[in-house]
């Protein structure tokens, strides 16, 4: 059962847990949300720079659990430069990761760390919620959205 | 004659069996669901703040109940709903007497807790209070002994005030409830022992200070019921909630105590059979109190496995638990302190620290604690504990806390020191 400890917490995700990438506001962001997991307290906002289809820029802010910063800090490399059109499929296939342990379609390789969060339920939302909140803030989400 | 001696010699007995300190090695056997692995680690159970686990005892009641005695009740004239009324009207007159209530009728059977503050708040809020008039409840309220309040404020255009909790120790700011017992304020809510601090609070003092001034007072014993004498005359309280499965008895029953007079005079909740007294198209009656306050099919099952928990607990003695719980708390609460970079919560004694023990890492997150530990075979509970506003307060998004009960022993203790040594060497803390 250590070695499940040593699959879901693995070296890169301490490590961006610790020192998360685009960590703080984003001034010139056209799209934000806010995102909770009400259950451990997990809160984030992701801020987004939207420019002809592209993520220009992005960055994160808020306080979590080290499963949730580093996913949020892995999201931010992942959509930087990307087109838009891509964020939902990544998301879809990010889901499929940590609920199986695998993704369909092959994934960006610095996310298959995540796959250890499938042996662990109850840190599947934690994985997940920046995600949603990249979801949200590509439809300019006003509500907090939450994983309950 | 001899009877007086006799009498006399199995009080002595009783005496001598409350004075010896409890065996939780021995109380374990009583309690199946201790004795597994998770992980492939002996289980250690410190989640007893949420739920506590069952002992044979009351899941042989239950068990009996329905292959027995199982009919509705207050119905059908035939034997086996006589059988079934009674057993739930002897639930009834157990938990009244458990808590020193006047009579049994003042015990209202609800689904646990946060249903009996939420009836108190629906049905007195109702009757006694109006626009300009105040509740005063305190920071460390759980969630269930503050929204309830919230709402009713609400539809009375009443409002909340509220006594602060002090620095990390987390106790009431007693001088300030001496300036909040007062006009506008009509009744006074708190919580016993809080489940996010372990704090104690002074109830019966509380309460006399509220009383002197008029105030009626709630006392919410969610966290304290199956674990410390008590009794509602001597707190003076007029409202007290319980929840049976946080004192060894079945998810799905709890109860409101309250003064009969308060039930008399409150309106009922929820309304339909089981409470009426006479019905016509256009109005009804109600029947006298508990029945007023217990509309439809009540969980009789639960009811009976209630009963079965307080007669268990009362066996055992609640003052040979409490005293146990107090022991291993300050013995815990001492080996914590080995433990570098970990931050704890509440009082720094025991008591007035209760059995629950909320602690955080500076660098680790408390989701990430709990994780750790239970491939250790430790459940912790990590999260806000349904106490945001003390969270908040207290300056952190979430705390990992432990909580003890009867069963539970010095080397779990130990276990969770060493699950948290290990949690720290793992995340570098
Ligand atoms: C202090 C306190 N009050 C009320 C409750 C609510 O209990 P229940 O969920 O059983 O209604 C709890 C449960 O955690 C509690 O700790």
């Known amino acids: ?148 | 004659m001899r009877e007086q001696a006799t009498k006399r010699g199995s009080e002595e007995q009783t005496n001598k069996a409350a004075a010896e300190a409890l065996r939780p090695e021995a109380i374990r056997k009583d309690f199946p669901a201790l004795g597994q692995t998770v992980h492939g680690r002996p289980l250690v159970y410190l989640d007893n703040a949420a739920t506590t686990q069952r002992p044979l005892a009351v899941i042989e009641a239950i068990r009996g109940f329905y292959l027995r005695d199982n009919a509705n009740v207050h119905r059908g004239s035939y034997d086996l709903s006589h059988r079934a009324t009674e057993a739930y009207e002897a639930a009834r007159a157990r938990t009244a007497r458990f808590l020193n209530a006047a009579e049994p009728a003042e015990i209202i059977f609800t689904r646990n807790a946060t249903e009996a503050i939420n009836l108190a708040a629906f049905s007195w809020s109702e009757r006694f209070l109006g626009p300009g008039d105040a509740i005063l409840l305190t920071e460390m309220e759980h969630h269930s002994n503050l929204v309830p309040w919230q709402m009713a404020a609400r539809r009375a255009g009443a409002r909340l005030l509220f006594v602060p909790v002090t620095g990390p120790e987390g106790l009431l700011d007693m001088d300030r409830v001496q300036a909040l017992l007062r006009p506008p304020v009509k009744l006074f809510a708190f919580t016993h022992v809080s489940n996010a601090l372990g704090t104690i609070n002074p109830a019966a003092e509380l309460c006399r200070l509220a009383r002197q001034r008029g105030i009626v007072t709630l006392v919410d014993a969610a966290q304290s019921a199956g674990h410390m004498p008590l009794d509602v005359r001597e707190l003076g309280c007029d409202f007290l909630a319980l929840s049976g499965h946080k004192l060894c008895g079945p998810t799905g029953i709890g109860a409101l105590y309250a003064k009969r007079e308060l039930l008399e005079a409150m309106p009922p909740w929820q309304t339909g059979g089981e409470m009426i007294d006479q019905v016509t198209l256009d109005q009804s009656s109600w029947a006298p109190p508990p029945h007023k306050f217990e509309a439809g099919t009540p969980n009789i099952a639960g009811a009976v496995g209630l009963g079965a928990a307080v007669d268990y607990l009362e066996r055992i003695g609640r003052e040979r638990v409490f005293r146990h719980e107090l022991e291993l708390t300050a013995y815990a609460l001492d080996r914590l302190k080995e433990v570098k970079g970990l931050r704890l919560f509440g009082p720094k004694t025991a008591p007035p620290h209760a059995g629950a023990i909320s602690f955080c890492f500076e660098t680790i997150h408390a989701h990430d604690v709990v994780t750790f530990v239970d491939r250790l075979g430790v459940a912790l509970r990590g999260g806000h504990h349904c106490a945001q506003p003390l969270m908040r307060k207290l300056g952190v998004p979430a705390t990992a806390r432990a909580s003890f009960y009867l069963y539970n022993t010095r080397q779990e203790a130990d276990a969770l020191v060493e699950a948290l040594q290990e949690t720290r060497r793992f995340f570098g803390a």
Request: a negative charge; aromatic letters at 6%.
């Open chain 1, 1 to 148: 059962m250590l070695d499940d400890l040593n699959d879901l917490y693995q070296q890169v995700i301490l490590d961006h847990s610790r020192n998360p990438r685009h960590f703080g506001k984003l001034p010139e962001a056209t799209h934000s949300a806010q995102g909770r997991n009400p259950l451990c307290g997990d809160e984030l906002t992701l801020y987004l720079k939207i420019n002809d289809g592209r993520v220009e820029a992005v960055s994160f802010e808020g306080s979590g659990c080290a499963i949730s910063r580093a996913s949020a800090s892995l999201l931010t490399e992942t959509l930087q430069g990307r087109p838009v059109e891509e964020v939902r499929g990544l998301f879809e296939e990010m889901h499929k990761l940590v609920t199986h342990g695998r993704s369909e379609k092959p994934l960006p390789e610095k996310l298959a760390v995540f796959a250890g969060v499938h042996k662990f339920p109850s840190r599947v939302k934690c994985a997940i919620l920046p995600w949603h909140t990249a979801l949200a803030a590509l439809d300019n989400r006003k509500e907090p959205i939450t994983t309950e």
